[in-house]
């Protein structure tokens, strides 16, 4: 069974970086379909960015588009989230996802819940300050 385990969620100023990592064990990420997705406080699933197995397709959500990268190293089995210019509006729960399916790239990263896509981590907490 994979398992995702995301990290790198911190407090950071309004204008700064940071790279969330997911880590995967119990299976090959260049197998999967891979997303990230956020939750704010009283919010739907947001999809952030998907990428199809190969990385040949990556989908950013117009809200994060030139601000952040999604990218893999497979030698780590892991899949990061570069975040640069953050907002305050960028505060939320970020989670990475896997499938083996490639139907949420179809939907161009749109989540309608958790059933999405059968993988998902804990989430880690990001929080941007003025």
């Known amino acids: 069974q994979l398992q995702l385990v995301e990290s790198g969620g911190n407090l950071v100023q309004s204008g700064g970086s940071l790279r969330l990592s997911c880590a995967a064990s119990g299976g090959t990420l260049d197998d999967y379909t891979m997303a990230w997705i956020r939750q704010g406080p009283g919010q739907d699933l947001e999809g952030i960015s998907c990428s199809s197995s190969n990385g040949g397709s990556t989908i950013y959500t117009d809200s994060v588009k030139g601000r952040f990268t999604m990218f893999r190293d497979n030698a780590k089995n892991t899949v990061y989230l570069q975040m640069n210019s953050l907002r305050i509006e960028d505060s939320a729960v970020y989670y990475c996802?896997?499938?083996?399916?490639?139907?949420?790239?179809?939907?161009?990263?749109?989540?309608?819940?958790?059933?999405?896509?059968?993988?998902w981590g804990n989430g880690t907490l990001v929080t941007v300050a003025r």
């Open positions: 996802a896997a499938d083996r399916s490639e139907e949420i790239l179809f939907r161009s990263c749109v989540f309608r819940n958790t059933d999405d896509m059968d993988h």
